[in-house]
């Protein structure tokens, strides 16, 4: 990891600080609720619009047509062409941020 320093004392990284934020995801064949890593400072559309491939979400779970889980992943990578909308919830996996 490299840091510079600019003349007023501010340093620059390359580490990219993410927060996870909680999120419902369907794509063609299922829902999947988990975290997505999203920059601080913006928004969560702002890391669906990423030229990216994948999506990774973590703390997946993936549900079937009928709600039942049919997965638990610490991990999952979600290509964006199979997305089909992303709606934030809150802390508790409820309610849609507003």
Do not use: C
């Amino acid at each position: 990891m490299t840091i510079e320093y600019d003349e007023k004392g501010k340093f620059y990284t390359d580490v990219v600080t993410k927060l996870p934020t909680m999120a419902v995801i369907q794509t063609t064949t299922h829902l999947i609720r988990g975290q997505v890593h999203v920059r601080q400072g913006e928004r969560l559309k702002g890391e669906l619009e990423r030229d990216d491939v994948f999506l990774a979400v973590t703390r997946a779970t993936i549900h079937g047509a009928s709600g039942e889980t049919l997965f638990d992943a610490p991990f999952l990578a979600i290509h964006r062409s199979q997305i089909v909308w992303v709606m934030p919830m809150d802390e508790n996996g409820g309610g849609v941020i507003e």
